[in-house]
């Protein structure tokens, strides 16, 4: 297979924004006309089996063409833990499982969307895998918010901001003893990023509080355009 070389807001990366654009319009706005009811039962199973199958299948081609790492492959980014908290959430619609996919799903999926580290994409292929899970990811947490009327409430963010940094702990001890950069919390990422200031360890801080501040944000456009929950 021929190597790959990203080009940021290039044609692939803008056609890819686009198509995941209209794949939430056609299924929030036109689930109904398409068979897909608002209360389906069926529906949160397939997204469930969907994500989860891309984030396998991902690393079965990586392993087949021999760009799979111990290092750099395993689930262990946020977004790769989110998938599996994500089906927690759709299946069980667990509030705890919705409100940290919240966080990690609309904020830190939409910067691998539209700011990812170049450095992941070895072949095209791995660019269109992370494109397709970070956008499920995102329309996972939009359909519970939109279909199912789950919502993030202000006060859980002090919960979910506890919980992050016990992974971001635990992550970081496994980096240790794999010498690897899972989460970014050893080596910045190749990314454009405006949550990404300053060098190590000052990045890592201010993500997180770039992170709060914009889930912030995303809380009160929910309210003020939603309904409350149920």
Same mark, same amino acid.
């Given at each position: %297979?021929?190597?790959?070389?990203?080009?940021?807001? #290039?044609?692939?990366?803008?056609?890819?924004?686009?198509?995941?654009?209209?794949?939430?319009?056609?299924?929030?706005? @036109?689930?109904?006309?398409? #068979?897909?009811?608002?209360?389906?039962?069926?529906?949160?199973?397939?997204?469930?089996?969907?994500?989860?199958?891309?984030?396998?299948?991902?690393?079965?081609? !990586?392993?087949?063409?021999?760009?799979?790492?111990?290092?750099?492959?395993?689930?262990?980014?946020?977004?790769?833990?989110?998938?599996?908290?994500?089906?927690?959430?759709?299946?069980?619609?667990?509030?705890?499982?919705?409100?940290?996919?919240?966080? &990690?799903?609309?904020? #830190?999926?939409?910067?691998?969307?539209?700011?990812?580290?170049?450095? *992941?994409?070895?072949?095209?292929?791995? @660019?269109?895998?992370?494109?397709?899970?970070?956008?499920?990811?995102?329309?996972?947490?939009? &359909?519970?918010? +939109?279909?199912?009327?789950?919502? %993030?409430? %202000?006060?859980?963010?002090?919960?979910? @901001? *506890?919980?992050?940094?016990?992974? +971001?702990?635990?992550?970081?001890?496994?980096?240790?003893?794999?010498?690897?950069?899972?989460?970014?919390?050893?080596? !910045?990422?190749?990314?454009?990023?405006?949550? *990404? +200031? #300053?060098? &190590?360890?000052?990045?890592?801080? %201010?993500?997180?509080? @770039?992170?709060?501040?914009?889930?912030?944000?995303?809380?009160?456009?929910?309210?003020?355009?939603?309904?409350?929950? !149920?």
């Amino acid at each position: %297979m021929l190597s790959y070389t990203f080009d940021l807001f #290039g044609n692939d990366h803008i056609i890819s924004i686009i198509l995941i654009i209209i794949f939430y319009v056609l299924l929030l706005g @036109f689930n109904e006309k398409i #068979g897909i009811k608002d209360n389906s039962k069926i529906f949160p199973i397939i997204l469930s089996f969907i994500i989860i199958s891309l984030d396998i299948s991902e690393d079965i081609v !990586r392993y087949i063409t021999g760009h799979y790492s111990i290092k750099k492959d395993l689930p262990l980014q946020l977004c790769n833990i989110g998938i599996y908290v994500s089906v927690i959430a759709l299946l069980k619609k667990n509030q705890t499982a919705f409100e940290l996919i919240f966080f &990690w799903g609309l904020v #830190g999926a939409s910067q691998a969307i539209l700011t990812p580290d170049s450095n *992941l994409f070895e072949l095209k292929t791995f @660019f269109i895998y992370s494109q397709a899970y970070h956008g499920t990811l995102i329309f996972a947490v939009l &359909w519970l918010i +939109v279909k199912n009327g789950m919502r %993030m409430e %202000m006060k859980s963010i002090s919960k979910v @901001f *506890l919980i992050t940094n016990i992974v +971001v702990v635990v992550v970081a001890l496994i980096n240790y003893l794999l010498d690897s950069n899972y989460m970014f919390l050893r080596v !910045r990422p190749n990314s454009i990023s405006p949550f *990404l +200031v #300053g060098e &190590w360890p000052v990045y890592i801080i %201010m993500v997180q509080f @770039f992170s709060i501040v914009v889930v912030t944000l995303f809380i009160k456009i929910q309210d003020l355009l939603l309904k409350p929950s !149920r």
